[in-house]
């Protein structure tokens, strides 16, 4: 018996000390980044990610606090994202090295990254996140339609069909304030289907439209931190994330089964400037798998609302704020006529133009990106060593308000700073895009497919609202910038 209870406490030891091992590990493997990282830029705290779950903190907030020294400093640092250590970039030059340098910096989305998540089961290998023959087969086909002028009639409609609907959430709010996300999400989600894949989502007319039901449902279940930092949970296929896998699958059905019985004909043109004639006549030829068919679509479905989405309710915000900018830009617009004005009578707008590009500087969609991945050896910058293997992004938000760049009022909302007229604007936004300093539309060869519709799509929508709508922010609203919080905004008509 001696022996036994001897051997037992043996095995305890044993089993003891390889879990304290283990323990000890696995939090220096989380807590300190890899001996082969640069020494000679800083570590963002481990825990940065993470405190939005246990403080409920503006994110602007916690920029300044965390990051801002950091990257002003040294232009990069290092952190722990998405069960790894990785290295953010926010300096412009080095943003535009990474650019330029497609195949030393190359796309490596989560399909590769963390193939098991439940982040990868939604989105796949796509158009975004792949690299070399597969990035060139989607590229050929998504590019031409994107590329096309698109017919301004859906985009009028849906926005008269919005501010209806502002109106009417107004009349049954107790405040008199509406919530603009969820509204705005079924206005890019009625764009999206109407103007570029040639079917109806029906989100303006059904506020349980399925797709926007889908999205409501699955967005708390993708993006929670917690999974976001540690995909390696996943493995655990915990009850939740069944769900997030079954509610992935359901929705990916769901879409590419709506877009297909929008289209029941021929998708043989090749000069369409419909998205969903292309994919779905790429998928019938057999040049696109299912997976790859479903992949892309959701890549659209994603890129083509949520993007629009945050740069309208960014916009709404900044000129809820500024009343002084919201008449002025609202005076621009109603001197161009009150019809549905012809796009290029839009384009032609000098302040319109300002005002959305320095919203998608203050506020780009996509504030932070971490999906490339260095193919050998790489000298940042003639400065930062990066082995083979590291992955590598950027902060959208921080090199938008780069100080060397923009000035020192980087941080206010001022669209003279783009110039007065279209033309000097142009040139203003190519040189800051060439030199790395506004980002939003990503840039290089990777620079986004969509960003023609998303201006197209902006200057209608904002004109209409202008031309009906007069809003300021709710003063009860905390303003604060955080994933889940967005402002009021009292809505009364223009007049």
């Known amino acids: 018996m001696a022996g036994l209870l001897s051997s037992l406490s043996s095995a305890t030891l044993v089993a003891v000390a390889a879990i304290t091992v283990i323990l000890f590990l696995a939090l220096v493997y989380f807590f300190i980044p890899p001996a082969s990282f640069p020494r000679n ?16 903190g503006d ?10 020294p950091l990257f002003e400093q040294h232009g990069a640092a290092k952190i722990f994202f998405g069960g790894r250590w990785n290295i953010l970039v926010q300096r412009p030059s080095y943003i535009a090295e990474v650019f330029k340098y497609e195949d030393t910096y190359a796309k490596s989305g989560n399909q590769k990254k963390i193939p098991y998540s439940v982040l990868a089961e939604y989105t796949g290998d796509n158009i975004i996140s792949s690299h070399g023959e597969n990035w060139k ?7 031409p339609p994107l590329q096309q002028d698109q017919d301004p009639g859906p985009i009028w409609r849906n926005s008269r069909l919005l501010i209806s609907l502002l109106l009417e959430e107004q009349k049954t709010s107790p405040h008199g304030s509406v919530l603009l996300p969820q509204l705005l999400q079924r206005f890019t989600l009625a764009n999206l289907s109407e103007g570029l894949l040639g079917t109806s989502f029906q989100t303006l007319q059904q506020k349980d439209a399925a797709l926007h039901k889908f999205q409501m449902m699955l967005k708390p279940l993708i993006f929670d931190p917690v999974f976001l930092n540690f995909p390696f949970l996943d493995h ?6 069944q769900r ?3 509610l992935a699958r359901q929705f990916a059905n769901e879409l590419c089964q709506t877009v297909q019985r929008g289209h029941q004909h021929a998708h043989t043109d090749k000069s369409t400037s419909n998205v969903g004639c292309s994919v779905i006549g790429a998928f019938e030829q057999g040049i696109l798998s299912e997976k790859q068919f479903r992949n ?8 083509g609302h949520e993007n629009p989405q945050l740069l309208l309710v960014s916009m709404m915000f900044l000129l809820g704020e500024h009343q002084e900018i919201q008449e002025r830009v609202r005076e621009e617009v109603l001197s161009l006529g009150e019809d549905e004005l012809p796009y290029s009578v839009l384009q032609s707008a000098p302040f319109l133009t300002s005002v959305i590009y320095e919203t998608l500087r203050m506020y780009p969609p996509i504030s932070q990106l971490i999906n490339r991945r260095t193919t050998k050896p790489v000298l940042l910058g003639g400065k930062i060593p990066l082995p083979a293997g590291t992955y590598i992004g950027y902060n959208a938000y921080a090199t938008n308000r780069d100080k060397q760049s923009w000035g020192a009022d980087a941080d206010e909302f001022k669209p003279e700073r783009w110039g007065r007229t279209v033309d000097e604007i142009n040139v203003t936004f190519r040189k800051a895009n060439a ?9 290089g060869r990777r620079a986004c ?4 519709f998303a201006m197209f799509e902006a200057r209608i929508a904002m004109a209409e609202i202008l031309r009906s709508l007069r809003w300021k922010i709710d003063p009860t609203w905390p303003r604060r910038m955080t994933p889940v919080s967005w402002p009021s905004l009292p809505e009364k008509p223009a007049g």
């Open 296 to 303: 892309n679509m959701v890549s659209v479905f994603l890129a």
């Open 236 to 241: 655990f296929n915990f009850p939740s994330r």
């Open 435 to 443: 030199k790395g300093a506004f980002i939003s539309f990503h840039g």
């Open 244 to 246: 997030a896998r079954r």
């Open 41 to 56: 830029i800083p570590a963002i705290p481990f825990y940065y990610a993470l405190l939005p779950l246990v403080k409920d």
């Open 59 to 68: 994110q602007e907030a916690l920029y300044h606090t965390y990051l801002e």
């Open 137 to 143: 087969l989607y590229r050929s086909i998504l590019q």
């Open 449 to 452: 497919l969509g960003q023609k």
